[in-house]
Nanobody
Framework: QLLASGGGLVQAGGSLRLSCAAS????????MAWFRQAPGKEREFVAA???????YYADSVKGRFTISRDNVKNTVYLQMNSLKPEDTTVYYC??????????????????WGRGTLVTVSS
């Protein structure tokens, strides 16, 4: 089970940190990821961190967002800085065991949290 939190309203240029707490599995062996989905659009990849700590980012967030994990707390984080209005949407955390070439595909993740809304005002 994945429980995401940390969403909210922030002004453009501001920061938020999303958290996703996992339970019921061997967290340290899973790749953890963040996706986001705007109404009427496909769910898109944001960032992922493998069980070894290797990170992956969408080009649109590279240099602004940082994904990290705490295997003791079974939690993955997404630090979002320099937020833009176009970052406004619902963010979902996910867990899976994708191969490297499929790290960015939502189909690679079997477990999903309920989502947390991020709103960036201009």
């Amino acid at each position: 089970q994945l429980l995401a939190s940390g969403g909210g309203l922030v002004q453009a240029g501001g920061s938020l940190r999303l958290s996703c707490a996992a339970s019921g599995g061997t967290f340290s062996k899973y790749t953890m990821a963040w996706f986001r989905q705007a109404p009427g659009k496909e769910r898109e990849f944001v960032a992922a961190i493998s069980w070894t700590g290797t990170t992956y980012y969408a080009d649109s967030v590279k240099g602004r967002f940082t994904i990290s994990r705490d295997n003791v707390k079974n939690t993955v984080y997404l630090q979002m800085n320099s937020l833009k209005p176009e970052d406004t949407t619902v963010y979902y955390c996910a867990a899976g065991r994708p191969i490297t070439s499929a790290m960015l595909r939502k189909e690679s993740y079997a477990n999903w949290g309920r989502g947390t809304l991020v709103t960036v005002s201009s």
